[in-house]
Nanobody, 116 residues
């Protein structure tokens, strides 16, 4: 059974960097078809932040595309989100996900708080 463990969340001043990690407790092969991140701010709807396929294709939300970078280590079944130039508007709970075929797995979320 697959479990996703997130780490790296916390408090950071505006403008600073933060890196999130999400490791899947699964066998190395085959890799997940897609991995990525959602976020949900207080009183906000869930937003897709970034996705990455096993083949290397990436997509970003417009609000983060010039500041965030998603990457994967397929051998370790891990996805990362490097966040730079953070803004107060980035404050949210960040959730990672992983997909293999018709099954989707979710992390429990990690809080990111950006203060000015």
């Amino acid at each position: 059974q697959v479990q996703l463990v997130e780490s790296g969340g916390g408090w950071v001043p505006a403008g600073g960097p933060l890196r999130l990690s999400c490791a899947a407790s699964s066998r190395i092969f085959p890799p997940f078809n897609s991995m990525g991140w959602f976020r949900q701010g207080l009183g906000q709807q869930r937003e897709l932040v970034a996705t990455m396929t096993s083949g290397g294709s990436k997509n970003y939300a417009d609000s983060v595309k010039d500041r965030f970078t998603i990457s994967r280590d397929n051998a370790r079944n891990t996805v990362y989100l490097q966040m730079n130039s953070l803004k107060a508007e980035d404050t949210a709970v960040y959730y990672c996900y992983a997909i293999r075929g018709g099954l989707t797995y979710w992390g429990e979320g990690t809080q990111v708080t950006v203060s000015s």
